[in-house]
């Protein structure tokens, strides 16, 4: 089995930062691609960031020059600054996982994290 676990959410104020960190554990022959989705309130879930194995990666339009995603082994982190109440919402780590025994990539969700921003 694969498991995502996910870390780092929590209250903070407007302008402040904070740090997701998501670690892929089980049966596991390559990551392909990690990731973070967000899902407010009665909203769709959204893609903020993702990085491919090697380096590229990309952002939401609303998140650039704010938010920073890296990734090493099997651990994916998301450094969130100058935060905006916008950015309140369950953050979701995603990862495509090739698992052994299988030849093909599978998408695997974390439990979520909540990031609330707020004075």
């Known amino acids: 089995q694969v498991q995502l676990v996910e870390s780092g959410g929590g209250l903070v104020q407007p302008g402040g930062s904070l740090r997701l960190s998501c670690a892929a554990s089980?049966?596991?022959?390559?990551?392909?691609?990690m990731g973070w989705y967000r899902q407010a309130l009665g909203e769709r879930r959204e893609l903020v960031a993702t990085?491919?194995?090697?380096?590229p990666t990309e952002y939401a339009d609303s998140v650039k020059g704010r938010f920073t995603i890296s990734g090493a082994e099997n651990t994916v982190i998301l450094q969130m600054n100058n935060l905006k109440p916008e950015d309140t919402a369950v953050y979701y780590c995603n990862a495509a996982i090739r698992r052994y025994g299988t030849t093909n990539y599978r998408t695997y969700w974390g439990q979520g994290t909540q990031v609330t921003v707020s004075s």
């Open positions: 089980g049966s596991i022959v390559r990551i392909n691609a």
């Open positions: 990085i491919i194995s090697g380096g």
